[in-house]
């Protein structure tokens, strides 16, 4: 709301000022002006916000980290109401108090917008493909903020990065969140888990949120499309700690494949 607010004011205040400069405007130019003003306002705010990207640390670190995090969010809270899409979310209250690891089915790109957005209270970083981190003014804004590369393609590096998320929620008391899945599910259908997800729980030793996300539409034009988003369950740390990554894995995906079943 705060870039809607100031995208706003800043839109009629300039196209006030054409007005004043030339008043026998008719109401028509002024009704374009608007809107013309807002798509500049908004085209400047990307100018900067790239010129501030082009600042931050090539690599993580802590000194960043919220400020990148709220701005990511504030952007968030601008982009989707644009984009059409509304949030839905149900089961936060028995999220753990103590850092864990959320795990999620994956079936649209804005899987980690409405997440963020809906878990904004919490700290909460994605492992995410290394393509995300080469968006220009957008990833170095991800990797200030502790979200994670993940090359599945490279096992030694893939470990790398399991072994940092691990260490992230444990030192520094992040959530994170990561799709067991590995890429995103084009036909709605749940895929099959990577089970060396779960390694990172169980190094970390923390408790497993297992969150489900489905999408609904109207049909009606213009409508909203709501993301629905639901914790499941928490496999607290003492059963991440007594099961193996398959056990852990098999009872994450049996609950979102169970949600999926009942739309």
């Not at 100018?47 to 802590?62: A, E, F, M, N, V």
């Not at 990511?72 to 089961?91: S, V």
């Not at 957005?117 to 994605?126: D, M, Q, S």
């Not at 990797?143 to 893939?158: G, K, M, Q, V, Y």
């Amino acid at each position: 709301m705060l870039l809607h607010f100031l995208f706003g004011t800043v839109s009629i205040a300039a196209t006030a000022l054409v007005y004043i400069g030339n008043p026998t405007l008719s109401w028509w130019w002024i009704c374009l002006l608007l809107p013309a003003a807002y798509i500049a306002v908004f085209a400047i705010s990307l100018l900067i916000l790239w010129g501030i990207s082009l600042l931050l640390p090539r690599k993580d670190t802590s000194v960043c980290r919220t400020a990148c995090r709220n701005t990511i969010l504030c952007w968030l809270r601008w982009l989707l109401p644009i984009m059409g899409i509304k949030t839905n979310a149900t089961g936060l209250d028995i999220l753990p108090q103590e850092p864990f690891l959320l795990v999620c089915n994956h079936v649209s790109n804005f899987d980690p917008m409405v997440t963020l957005l809906a878990l904004k209270n919490t700290h909460l970083a994605f492992v995410s493909k290394p393509e995300n981190f080469r968006i220009p003014a957008v990833g170095p804004f991800l990797r200030n903020a502790a979200f994670l590369s993940i090359d599945r393609e490279n096992p030694r590096r893939a470990l790398t990065a399991i072994h940092r998320a691990a260490e992230y929620i444990q030192t520094d008391k992040l959530c994170i969140g990561i799709y067991p899945e590995g890429t995103r599910s084009k036909n709605k259908q749940l895929l099959p888990f990577h089970r060396g997800s779960f390694k990172i729980a169980k190094l970390a030793k923390c408790p497993v949120a297992v969150l489900s996300i489905r999408y609904e539409t109207s049909g009606r034009l213009f409508a909203p499309r709501i993301a629905h988003l639901t914790v499941e369950t928490v496999l607290d740390a003492a059963f991440v700690a007594e099961n193996q990554t398959a056990t852990i894995s098999d009872c994450a995906r049996q609950h979102i494949e169970n949600r999926l079943n009942k739309k």
